[in-house]
Structures are given as C-alpha cells and as structure tokens.
C-alpha cells in the first residue's frame, strides 16, 4: 500500500523557520518526482515545490522563492521542505505528493495527509 | 502561468442525478488535464487524467473529456460519497502546475 506520511507541522512566530518532512512506503521512492501542495484553511490547492527524482532539478512557486528549500534523501525515502522567514501568508496544510513521470507531463498520483503549518505571534 | 477557471462554485445535486462540472484554461493544455476529489478532512485524490482516463480503482459513473481550453467532469449518478470538492489541474505548462479554485458538488 502507498503511503506517504507528513511530519514536522507545528507553531511558529513570523519570521521563524520549520522543516517538513514526508516519509514514503508502498512503492519506490528514487522512481518519482516528489512535490509539495499547500492548502489555506477552507481555500484552495496551491503548487509550492518539486524535485526531480535524483534531486538534481528543483522548482519553486514565486510566493516562496528564496525562503523555502525542497530536498530528498532516496535512501532514506524521504522528502523535505525547509521553510524559513515564514509570514502568516504561509499558514496551510502542506501536502506531499508524488509524480512518476520524468518530464512533468503527468498529474500528482498519490497524496499524503497533510501536515498543518500555523504562523502566528 | 496558466490559470485555470472551474464552474460553478457550488453545484447543488440530488443523490442519482447526474452533476456536471467545467474547467477552463488560460491558453491549451492539450489533454494534460487531472481531476481530483476532496473530502473533508482528507486529502485530494486522483480521479482523471489525460483529460478522459479514470485512474486506478475510480469508479465508470467519472467520465472526463475535453482538450485543448474546455474540459468536463462528468458524475452520471451521484452517490452519497460523491459530495466533495473537485479540483483541476493542468501539468502541460510547468512550472508551476496549476490548479482551479474548485467546485463544490454539495446535496440537494
């Protein structure tokens, strides 16, 4: 069975930083594009990153560029989003997701269960 | 980008009625197009993509079609598990793979 499990959620002031991870069973973790999908409470999805299968390309949506970080550990099948000077803009459920096409031409097929992300003073 | 346009908002339906919903996009997408369900509380799941292929396990009343600019998701008999949201997304000009705002499939 595909899993992919979200960790690291939490509280943080504005300005602060957290790292989310994704932990991924069920099917072969190097053999997908890995990606991240955020939610706004009641709100829409929202595209917030993706990898590449080896790591080597990565792709950030604007509102992020600069302060979040995507990267994967194949041997450890996980997936990481390292967020920094958060803003409240930021606060959603964060997905993971996962590709498995090379070329991009191909939808998200599995999904986790989110992780919540609440920036707040 | 690309921005993608769904319709209605909210689709009011009667349990065995037939819903449909519509997606537009800014410039083609060829037939790179996905439809998603959302639960409350749940995460999104795949049911189409290609614009017309149901993914594994959905059910024969989900029906897509459509290329190009103009897409439709079609339930052909609602059941109690079809109230969700449904989303969008064209992964044909990327990044950033977009997605629409999504329309409500609510009971009658």
């Known amino acids: 069975e595909v899993q992919l499990v979200e960790s690291g959620g939490g509280l943080v002031k504005p300005g602060g930083s957290l790292r989310l991870s994704c932990a991924a069973s069920?099917?072969?973790?190097?053999?997908?594009?890995m990606n991240w999908v955020r939610q706004a409470l009641g709100k829409g999805l929202e595209w917030v990153s993706s990898?590449?299968?080896?790591?080597?390309?990565?792709y950030y949506a604007d509102p992020v560029k600069g302060r979040f970080t995507i990267s994967r550990d194949n041997a450890k099948d996980s997936l990481y989003l390292q967020m920094n000077s958060l803003r409240a803009e930021d606060t959603a459920i964060y997905y993971c997701?996962?590709?498995?096409?090379?070329?991009?031409?191909?939808?998200?097929?599995?999904w986790g269960q989110g992780a919540l992300v609440t920036v707040s003073s | 980008e690309i921005v993608m346009t769904q319709s209605p908002a909210t689709l009011s339906v009667s349990p065995g009625e037939r819903a449909t919903l519509s997606c537009r996009a800014s410039?083609?997408?060829?037939?790179?197009l996905a439809w998603y369900k959302q639960k409350p509380g749940q995460a999104p799941r795949l049911l189409i993509y290609?614009?017309?292929t149901r993914a594994t396990d959905i059910p024969a009343r989900f029906s897509g079609s459509g290329s190009g600019t103009e897409f439709t998701l079609t339930i052909s008999s609602l059941q109690s598990e079809d109230f969700a949201v449904y989303y969008c997304?064209?992964?044909?000009?990327?990044?950033?793979?977009?997605f629409g705002q999504g329309t409500r499939v609510e009971i009658k």
């Open positions: 069920g099917f072969t973790f190097s053999g997908y594009s």
């Open positions: 290609g614009a017309s």
């Open positions: 997304q064209q992964y044909n000009n990327w990044p950033p793979w977009t």
């Open positions: 997701a996962a590709r498995s096409c090379t070329n991009g031409l191909c939808p998200f097929d599995y």
């Open positions: 410039q083609s997408v060829s037939s790179n």
């Open positions: 990898i590449s299968r080896t790591g080597s390309n990565t």
